[in-house]
């Protein structure tokens, strides 16, 4: 990821969820970090009653929360304090919470060992270790009325911020997506930056086109997704006449999005005049063997793969981009049980049990399904549990598998 996942958890996926509030119960022991020092048992008379969000006056802000993961027990803690962000499990120490809160998949030697107490009635302190002590107050969060998701497709990145404030990207952790979660009405700005080899075409609100700008201002006045699309450069710098292509060598030129086949049939996906393509061609055995047994490695691996692929005769030519759904198409589903989905060629990829959020493809797409439901054991969830599930909202996400020979 190109952003702390941990943090746009801690973040993203509970806004307006509370202020601070206090815990009820005596939370688990323990310090996850192996190798954080322990200088103490945690006082069992001791109840840790700081949770939620936290922030002072300089910008610093911190959220508290006890952890609901078996292998991570004790309590997250994370934010951005200073300039940094860090967010990461660290146990209870007496009165305190102390440990190192950089996350173990951060750059080899990163560490941020912290100390945290109760401070008055409902704030906190927050102990550097070896450096300063922030005082941040319980902030209470508004619950968000209006919740805007930022997505990209394609290859490039996105920022956003109020209309106040000026818009910056991050080149050190471009991102690709994005929450806006606000309690009423406010105008911002969104931008897009492609990455190199690949330029901005357009947003799209709710999968329909909404502004070829890569700035634009909008009033956020209703919950919608809101996505960056980004097309490989040279659309434009060649030009296939696709009514008279016979073999794959008359497309290869072409922006490639994904090629694969067996040894009967071969799929060249490619792009022309901001529409994706996908070319389907006779093979052989001894074409499919060729290409399994080249070398990744090799300098000449381009020149050879062209070379197996350019003789190959085309029978058809598909317009997927003419085939991506419309709202009004998703909106058919909602309804239906999860069971129905997978009878009729969905599967997942990907899910979100606290949100009830799954990712899912079906065709040559891909998309983000929320359901209604309980899962009966989220530790051991498989893909068949979503049978009983109820569909309740669908959004287009992007190309899923287009080289799919599975319908051919």
């Known amino acids: 990821m190109r952003k702390a996942i941990h943090i746009l958890l801690a973040f993203i996926l509970l806004p307006g969820l509370f202020g601070c509030v206090k815990n009820s119960s005596v939370p688990p022991a323990g310090t996850v970090n192996t190798d954080a020092p322990v200088t103490a048992e945690p006082d069992e008379a001791f109840v840790w009653t700081r949770e939620g969000y936290f922030s002072d006056e300089d910008g610093n802000f911190v959220y508290i929360s006890a952890s609901e993961d078996e292998e ?3 309590w997250y803690v994370g934010g951005c304090i200073g300039e940094d962000t860090y967010g990461w499990y660290i146990g209870q120490e007496g009165k305190t919470l102390h440990g190192n809160i950089a996350a173990p998949y951060e750059e080899e030697g990163t560490e941020f060992y912290v100390t945290v107490s109760e401070d008055g009635e409902q704030d906190i302190l927050l ?3 070896g450096g300063k002590t922030y005082r941040l107050a319980c902030y209470e969060m508004e619950e ?12 490039g990145e996105i920022a956003y911020a109020p209309a106040r404030e000026e818009l910056v990207f991050d080149d050190e952790y471009p991102a690709q997506s994005g ?8 105008t911002y700005i969104l931008g897009a930056r492609p990455d190199e080899g690949y330029k901005f075409v357009k947003w799209t609100k709710d999968g329909e086109d909404f502004s ?3 700035e634009i201002t909008v009033e956020l006045t209703e919950s919608a997704e809101y996505v960056a699309v980004f097309w490989i450069k040279g659309t434009n710098e060649a030009h296939v006449d696709l009514d008279t292509v016979d073999t794959l060598g008359d497309v290869l030129g072409l922006p490639n999005w994904g090629t694969g086949g067996n040894a009967d049939r071969y799929v060249y996906v490619f792009e022309q005049d901001e529409v994706i393509y996908r070319a389907i061609a006779e093979s052989n055995e001894d074409t499919f063997n060729a290409l399994f047994d080249l070398d990744w490695d090799d300098p000449q ?13 085309v029978i058809a030519i598909e317009n997927l981009s003419e085939q991506i759904p419309t709202q009004a198409e998703m909106d058919r589903i909602i309804g239906k049980n999860g069971g129905e989905l997978l009878d009729d060629g969905w599967y997942l990829s990907g899910w979100n049990l ?6 899912m493809n079906h065709g040559f797409f891909s998309y983000l399904v929320t359901m209604e439901g309980e899962a009966a054991d989220p530790d ?6 979503i049978r009983p599930f109820v569909v309740t909202a669908v959004s287009y996400q992007g190309f899923g598998d287009t080289t799919s020979l599975d319908e051919d």
């Open 72 to 74: 991570n027990p004790g």
């Open 127 to 129: 102990e550097v270790n």
């Open 144 to 155: 968000a009325s209006i919740t805007v998701y930022l997505n990209t497709e394609g290859w």
């Open 179 to 186: 929450y806006i979660g606000l309690a009423e009405p406010e």
């Open 212 to 214: 070829r700008d890569a």
């Open 301 to 313: 691996y381009a020149e050879k793969e062209r070379a197996l692929l350019s003789p190959l005769p």
């Open 354 to 359: 606290q949100d009830m959020q799954f990712y």
């Open 380 to 385: 051991e969830f498989e893909d068949e549990d």
